[in-house]
C-alpha cells in the first residue's frame, strides 16, 4: 500500500491518525500497520467491536508511541527525546496497545478485547497469564 493507492476519503483519514514521524520510522513496515487500522475500521464499521491494532508505549507524562512492535515504540521515544536530559524509560512507562477506537490499554485489557472479538493470535496461540504481545498481531 502506499500514499498514492489511497482512494477513498475514509482511508485518507485513516492515514491521518498516524504521525509522519511514526510512517517515516517504520518505512515498508508500516504498511502492515496501516493494513490493521484499515481492518480495524472495517470491523468498527460492521460491527462495534474494539480490537487492538498496534504496538503502544505510553510514558508517565502521558505520551503515546505507536507502532509495529514495542521496540518500535522505544525508539520513537528515544528519537523524540534525544536531545533531553532527563531519563526517559524510569519504569513507570507502560507497555500496551491502541485500539481500534483509538484508546490505550494494557496488554491484559488488549488481550479481553482480541478475545471478545473472537480473534486468534498470529500464531493461534494467547499466552494468557502474561496478555497480549504485538507478535499476537501480526
Given at each position: 500500500?502506499?500514499?498514492k ?37 472495517q470491523?468498527?464499521q ?9 504496538a503502544?508505549?505510553?510514558?508517565q ?22 536531545d ?29 478485547l ?25
Amino acid at each position: 500500500m502506499t500514499l498514492k493507492s489511497l482512494k477513498t476519503k475514509a482511508e485518507k483519514e485513516m492515514l491521518d491518525l498516524i504521525p509522519k514521524f511514526v510512517w517515516e520510522r517504520l518505512g515498508a513496515d508500516g504498511a502492515i500497520v496501516i493494513n490493521a487500522l484499515f481492518l480495524a475500521f472495517q470491523l468498527g464499521q460492521e460491527e462495534e467491536k474494539e480490537i487492538c491494532i498496534c504496538a503502544a508505549i505510553r510514558l508517565q507524562g502521558g505520551f503515546i508511541a505507536r507502532g509495529q512492535r514495542h521496540s518500535d515504540c522505544r525508539r520513537i521515544i528515544e528519537d523524540v527525546f534525544r536531545d533531553r536530559d532527563f531519563k526517559v524509560f524510569d519504569g513507570r512507562e507502560e507497555e500496551g496497545f491502541i485500539t481500534s477506537k483509538n484508546r490505550f490499554v494494557d496488554r491484559f485489557k488488549g488481550l479481553e478485547l482480541q478475545r471478545k472479538a473472537g480473534i486468534k493470535s498470529n500464531d493461534g496461540t494467547y499466552s494468557w497469564k502474561e496478555g497480549l504481545y504485538s507478535e499476537d498481531l501480526y
